[in-house]
């Protein structure tokens, strides 16, 4: 088949699997993108794993817990996903560590306080719904399949983020301003998970010609600024940004100007927590090897049997 014919059944909205012919190139850009992905869900696992048992409450400790346990998931989702496209785990996983491979840079920064567990699932997650709801209609099978059930989960996650902020917001002085500065820490790399502007994205052109991606990075921001001022209001606390006005014309929310030098060191690997993160990926990988040696020696025993 020709990459014309691959077109039009992109342009007829009709969803590729595995074994039907793409461009190289589609694949190549669905194998970076998934990966990406799937490694965000797995790493934004520590910086939440880091307060599980530190949780104020038993209630607080199950949700947290339920919570990073569904990042998991969501992370076995998409490199199953991905390994549809004929790349391995163990390759994927080579890609992480050789840093070949990125992840969300959100997971590089600390977390410092109970409500940086509210300022995440609120923010982060919320960010990440914005972008995943759209990506429900990607035109990869197993990639939107994936993304119908994660978004159902993610909702989950932005309601209990959302509600440790508001318990905190209303709480003592003390709590009021330790949610204040996680959102004040949190609010400009959540903005920046949407990556760099649409000017400044060079490869935005082909994932939106194949519909990989359904809106732009810049589309997705302003999505999600605009539905998450209101949410910060109701809860009295202030977004960090003297130029946020909503602009009657365009009915959107502006913004000020992201901080682009900060961004593109911590994706180049000088953020907060870069080594800490993947050194400690690296220390779980390798403390599972018997683990994964065991299954595989268990399989092969089963097979035997079975003939
Ligand atoms: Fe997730
Ligand atoms: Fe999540």
Not at 15 to 20: A, G, T
Not at 78 to 93: I, K, W
Not at 182 to 211: C, H, Q, V, Y
Request: proline share 4%; net charge neutral; aromatic share 10%.
């Amino acid at each position: 088949m020709t990459e014309e014919k691959f077109q039009k059944r992109i342009d007829r909205e009709e969803k590729i699997e595995p074994k039907d012919w793409m461009p190289e190139g589609y694949r190549k850009h669905l194998i970076r993108q998934i990966s990406q992905h799937a490694h965000s869900e797995i790493i934004g696992m520590q910086p939440e794993g880091n307060w599980i048992s530190r949780a104020p409450s038993l209630r607080a400790k199950m949700i947290l817990l339920a919570k990073v346990q569904d990042e998991a998931g969501h992370g076995l989702y998409l490199y199953s996903a991905c390994e549809t496209l004929g790349v391995s785990r163990q390759e994927l996983v080579s890609q992480l560590h050789s840093g070949k491979a990125k992840y969300s840079s959100i997971f590089n920064y600390p977390t410092l306080s109970w409500a940086d567990m509210g300022a995440i699932g609120w923010l982060v997650d919320g960010a990440a719904i914005v972008n995943q709801v759209s990506l429900q209609r990607t035109s990869f099978g197993p990639y939107s399949r994936g993304m119908v059930k994660i978004c159902k989960e993610e909702s989950f996650h932005q309601r209990q983020g959302y509600e440790i902020m508001a318990q905190m917001a209303q709480g003592t002085s003390e709590q009021k301003a330790m949610a204040q500065d996680a959102l004040n820490r949190f609010w400009w790399p959540s903005i920046m998970m949407f990556g760099p502007n649409d000017s400044d994205s060079p490869r935005t052109g082909n994932a939106m010609k194949w519909k990989i991606k359904r809106k732009t990075n810049d589309e997705l921001r302003q999505e999600f600024i605009d539905k998450t001022v209101n949410q910060a209001e109701i809860i009295g606390l202030t977004i960090p940004d003297k130029d946020l006005k909503w602009n009657d014309e365009r009915q959107h929310y502006d913004f000020g100007e992201m901080d682009w030098d900060e961004f593109w060191s911590v994706v180049n690997g000088n953020g907060p927590c870069n080594k800490q993160r993947l050194n400690h990926h690296k220390k779980a990988h390798d403390d599972g090897q018997w683990v994964r040696e065991a299954a595989k020696s268990y399989s092969q025993k089963k097979e035997l049997i079975a003939n």
